[in-house]
């Protein structure tokens, strides 16, 4: 009888602990932004009912503790923040109370295809335009007052494809404001910018068209303009290798400001120039070589049109000779801020409008044919102000549109994303903000579908405006 209770006794003691078994595929969500805290759940079972304690590994070289002992096949949860755009493999691990591991779980795919980063300081610190660059990374244009030699300094900023600063480069006199509004990559691999200085030139503003490498060391700068002031709102490489500005001028032309065209060689060297305009006030916001060769602008005028400011759309040919041109608007005012040549022969523009809508003043997207003759338009917004600053055609078609709208209580703006499909309707909005002012100034489609916009806030950063730059997934988010 003692023979067999030891046997019993020697083969309990001697029975091998199991393993817990892989734990359950970690659950949470699918995408997130980056440095967002993302929270993910699982559990683990020991076979033979000991608590465990469960790890999770991260997919970027990293690793949660060991998380405190639960009872069997109960819940764990940790978070962690990622801190680049990828795709990563999250997969937990188990451990019971004699420290045996079990194997690795399935793996959860978790995408990171947004951010929002700031850059500024406790001055004024705005993004104007942005380009994604052929490394994957973005190039941003605007000015700051944080990091200046005067008042304002135009401010190049690089960042990689996680929107992480990479240089930063800043061009301006003392004393004097000077402002970037457009930058383009160039086929050298540098970057050119239009905008104005009043630190140089002939006096007031001055367009002012920047050359710089490929790292944002000045090549070369020029400026053009009189007496008076003269602006440089958007520049885009032309197919002859040099460039074309488009702006308005207050010391040429027929009237108090005239839209102003400016075609310059590959060192800047001015071509030609082109005014339009009557005896009102008439600006150029935004420029793109056409198909054909010539070019096409959208800006505002206010000699021409239904009344007060009109939407006005100018057609040259590539030596800047008016072909046609067209006025958009009512007896309120509109402005056309941004234009693209689409798919179809035709021109999309985004501006804003106080004769259409739903009151205030509403964002407006206008559909032209080849020959500037209106297809459709449509108009968004509330009751407040809202704005389209920049607009591009999709890869599906539709369109992409950033600007801002206006927070009906307490009053206050964020800046705003909405696409819509080839006719103009909308798809889905988003909007970005908290408190305060914020706006969206530029907006283009990334390689992987989204959507990166350049623009300014208030609600975020260290103080005054910071320049904003903001990367979404293809749904806005």
Not at 104 to 126: C, K, N
């Amino acid at each position: 009888m003692g023979i067999l209770i030891l046997g019993l006794t020697l083969g309990m003691t001697c029975k091998k602990n199991q393993p817990p078994d892989a734990p359950a595929i970690p659950s949470g969500p699918a995408s997130g932004r980056k440095g967002d805290r993302l929270s993910f759940s699982t559990t683990a079972e020991a076979p033979d009912g000991d608590s465990v304690t469960v790890r999770f590994d991260w997919g970027d070289s990293t690793m949660s503790d060991w998380s405190e002992l639960v009872p069997n096949g109960d819940s764990v949860t940790r978070a962690h923040a990622w801190q680049r755009l990828a795709t990563y493999s999250i997969r937990a691990q188990a451990r019971d109370t004699r420290e045996t591991t079990s194997v690795w779980s399935s793996e959860h795919q978790l995408r990171i295809a947004s951010f929002a980063v700031t850059f500024g300081d406790s001055g004024d610190d705005e993004g104007y335009s942005v380009q994604p660059t052929s490394d994957g990374g973005y190039i941003v244009v605007g000015f700051t007052a944080s990091f200046d030699a005067g008042n304002a300094d135009v401010w190049l900023i690089k960042t990689d494809a996680s929107g992480n600063r990479l240089w930063d480069k800043t061009f301006g006199g003392s004393d004097y404001l000077d402002k970037g509004y457009s930058v383009q990559q160039t086929s050298d691999g540098g970057y050119v910018i239009a905008g104005y200085t009043m630190s140089y030139g002939s006096g007031g503003r001055d367009v002012w068209l920047i050359k710089t490498d490929a790292t944002g060391n000045k090549s070369w700068d020029k400026t053009f303009g009189g007496v008076y002031d003269d602006v440089g709102w958007a520049v885009q490489q032309t197919t002859d290798g040099g460039y074309v500005i488009a702006g308005f001028t207050g010391s040429y032309g027929a009237g108090v400001y005239d839209v102003w065209l400016i075609k310059t060689d590959a060192d800047g060297n001015e071509v030609w120039d082109k005014t339009f305009g009557g005896t009102g006030t008439d600006w150029g916001f935004s420029v793109q070589q056409a198909f054909d060769g010539g070019f096409i602008i959208a800006g505002f005028t206010d000699s021409y049109g239904a009344g007060s400011d009109d939407v006005w759309l100018i057609k040259t040919d590539a030596s800047g000779d008016k072909v046609w041109d067209k006025t958009f608007g009512g007896p309120g005012d509109e402005w056309g801020n941004s234009v693209r040549q689409t798919s179809d022969g035709g021109y999309i523009i985004t501006g804003n409008t106080y004769s259409y809508g739903a009151g205030g003043e509403d964002a407006w997207l206008i559909k032209t044919d080849a020959s500037g003759n209106k297809t459709w338009d449509k108009t968004f917004g509330g009751t407040g102000t809202d704005w389209g600053s920049s607009v591009q055609q999709t890869s599906d078609g539709g369109y992409i549109i950033t600007g801002s709208t206006t927070v009906p209580v307490p009053g206050y703006r964020d800046a705003w994303l909405f696409k819509t499909d080839a006719s103009g309707n909308e798809v889905w909005d988003r909007t970005f903000g908290v408190t305060r002012d914020n706006g969206g100034y530029s907006v283009q489609q990334t390689s992987d579908g989204g959507y990166v916009i350049a623009g300014r806030t208030m609600s975020f950063g260290a103080g005054g405006y910071d320049v904003w730059l903001i990367k979404t997934d293809a749904e806005g988010n």
